[in-house]
């Protein structure tokens, strides 16, 4: 299947998954089976649209609220607990349904304690539930806690995944709690106690992406256990490649932009073992399919679409934007990485969250580097600080500490700084200005 045919299939995917339809599935399997056995690569897309529509609508379905209940039972969660004024929220899952449990009191406090992956004994009432975890995470309904009980360990993975993230964050308690806050944002994306003043510098600045872990982490992740992959033959490079990409999506907690990362590089190192390299347009193309297919209600989600579209605007339009620029090699193509990302996602941003900054490219261009050093930094030496002496901890972590303050100096200087907002018309306008300097650019001689 050729590159384009593959994109197409994407586009198609998505399309189907974001207008859910009752379709039987058998039948999308079945026209998805018929042209891939024909080679009809055309209508490949056609058969993905069937198919994802109708997984969308069985996915959707299953989350349809069937009234108040008493539910009783092991809890398995599956999102971290966080703290939210009075209130402790977790994501659990009792048999197959998910619940978005709130406990309130003693119940908030033993609840709070729980990580992801943890089992514990629920019970609570259901109620309506309708926020952006209902297709992120599959929450059914809301679950009142009225107890929780007795506990019980995570499988092996999970136990691995929250070691790691129990020794980073140990090793950075020398930090402050804002910093802290931060820093373990930018190295296995844990937000949940990020000052709101902050994260609002952030996001004016339009530097949040920095703080949800993304396809830089999962490279910085491969780079660290290169030495180890090295050792290997073929075959043991792959498997334990793939074994460390599953430990830190879990670490992550599978977030929509882990997901799609930790599948184009499974996509990468596949075809390396297989002994050729796959284009990274692809590996995008395929991640997105292959994810559609399995959840559907990926491509409901903002962080999966901001995931995607700044991926594809660095494959797709970085080499063009490059091509404009004049200047040195190290500032035109970090720059050219940036603006491409920025105008794929900027028609998300902008109907969703409405006006952005155009500081934003300037800010993520002094912020970018530092954020790659802390990223780095925390997933080596962070790791040394957790298991060290607290003095030790403070040497390794002097640095984190000056880049932190580095990251959050830039943030709050871009959200102060005059705005320059650019809303839906401007943004159209921009889009047919860049399309009218295309054509006339590349128009032949003599042409009228």
């Known amino acids: 299947m050729s590159t384009a045919h593959l994109w197409l299939a994407a586009a198609a995917a998505f399309a189907g998954a974001v207008t859910p339809a009752g379709v039987p599935v058998w039948v999308g399997v079945a026209m998805l089976l018929a042209t891939l056995a024909t080679r009809q690569h055309m209508l490949v897309a056609v058969a993905l649209l069937v198919l994802c529509s109708g997984l969308a609508h069985r996915a959707w379905s299953g989350l349809d609220y069937l009234g108040q209940a008493e539910v009783a039972g092991e809890a398995r969660v599956v999102v971290d607990p966080e703290r939210q004024g009075r209130q402790t929220t977790a994501v659990v899952k009792i048999g197959d349904t998910r619940y978005l449990a709130s406990a309130y009191g003693a119940n908030a406090t033993r609840l709070l304690r729980l990580e992801a992956g943890d089992g514990v004994q629920l019970s609570g009432t259901t109620k309506p539930y309708s926020g952006y975890r209902r297709a992120a995470n599959h929450v059914a309904a809301r679950l009142v806690v009225t107890s929780v009980g007795d506990t019980s360990a995570p499988n092996a993975l999970y136990l691995a995944a929250n070691a790691v993230r129990s020794t980073l964050s140990g090793g950075a308690d020398v930090l402050s709690p804002d910093r802290k806050a931060l820093f373990t944002g930018l190295v296995y994306g844990d937000d949940r106690n990020q000052p709101p003043l902050v994260a609002a510098d952030f996001r004016t600045a339009g530097l949040t992406h920095l703080l949800a872990v993304s396809g830089q982490n999962v490279a910085y992740v491969l780079m660290l256990a290169a030495p180890l992959l090295l050792q290997l033959d073929r075959h043991g490079r792959w498997l334990v ?20 990362a930790t599948v184009m590089a499974a996509l990468a190192v596949t075809g390396r073992m297989r002994g050729h390299e796959t284009p990274s347009g692809r590996m995008l193309a395929g991640s997105v399919v292959a994810l559609l297919v399995v959840d559907p209600l990926l491509a409901s989600t903002v962080a999966f679409q901001l995931s995607v579209a700044a991926s ?25 990485v940036t603006v491409a990302a920025q105008l794929a996602v900027a028609p998300i941003l902008v109907t969703t969250f409405g006006p952005i900054s155009l500081v934003s490219i300037p800010a993520n261009m002094v912020a970018g580097p530092i954020a790659g050093g802390v990223m780095a930094w925390g997933m080596t030496a962070g790791l040394v600080a957790g298991i060290g002496p607290d003095w030790l901890a403070e040497v ?28 839906v018309r401007w943004l159209a306008l921009a889009l047919v200005a860049a399309a009218l300097f295309k054509v006339t650019r590349h128009r032949p001689t003599g042409a009228l």
């Open 241 to 260: 490649s793939l074994a460390v990409l599953l430990l830190f999506a879990t670490i992550t907690r599978f977030e929509p932009s882990v997901l799609r």
């Open 312 to 336: 594809a605007g660095i494959v797709g339009l970085q080499p063009l934007v490059a091509a404009q620029l004049r200047g040195p090699r190290w500032v035109v193509e970090p720059l050219a």
């Open 396 to 423: 390794i972590h002097a640095p984190t500490n000056l880049a932190v303050m580095l990251l959050e100096t830039i943030a709050w200087v871009a959200a102060s700084a005059p705005m320059a907002p650019v809303g």
